[in-house]
Nanobody, 115 residues
Framework: VQLVESGGGLVQPGGSLRLSCATSGVIFSIGTMGWYRQAPGNQRELVASIFRGGGTHYADSVKDRFAVSRDIAKKTVYLQMNNLKPEDTAVYYC??????????WGQGTQVTVSS
């Protein structure tokens, strides 16, 4: 399994970014794809998930601003981030989870929200 994130960068408050997670060796129907983030000094936290059947879940802090989606044909998962805030600054990681003891991580992509 390989997960490769892209799309991070520097954006002003109120701006938008779309992160992509290109996968190989992943079968979407047997696990959950998730986006996590980790800011300096903080624990890694779950931002959004898309489940095997396509249902989604969001952290309260990003509801109504972020949207997770997947393109099964392209084997890619996306995180559309709108109305970004400085507190969204973090390294964002893609995750594929089959179980608590069987999960995979990407290398992360930096998102910086600053004027």
């Amino acid at each position: 399994v390989q997960l490769v994130e892209s799309g991070g960068g520097l954006v002003q408050p109120g701006g938008s970014l779309r992160l992509s997670c290109a996968t190989s060796g992943v079968i979407f129907s047997i696990g959950t794809m998730g986006w996590y983030r980790q800011a300096p000094g903080n624990q890694r936290e779950l931002v959004a998930s898309i489940f095997r059947g396509g249902g989604t879940h969001y952290a309260d802090s990003v509801k109504d601003r972020f949207a997770v989606s997947r393109d099964i044909a392209k084997k890619t998962v996306y995180l559309q981030m709108n109305n970004l805030k400085p507190e969204d600054t973090a390294v964002y990681y893609c995750n594929f989870k089959i179980s608590s003891w069987n999960q995979y991580w990407g290398q992360g992509t930096q998102v910086t929200v600053s004027s």
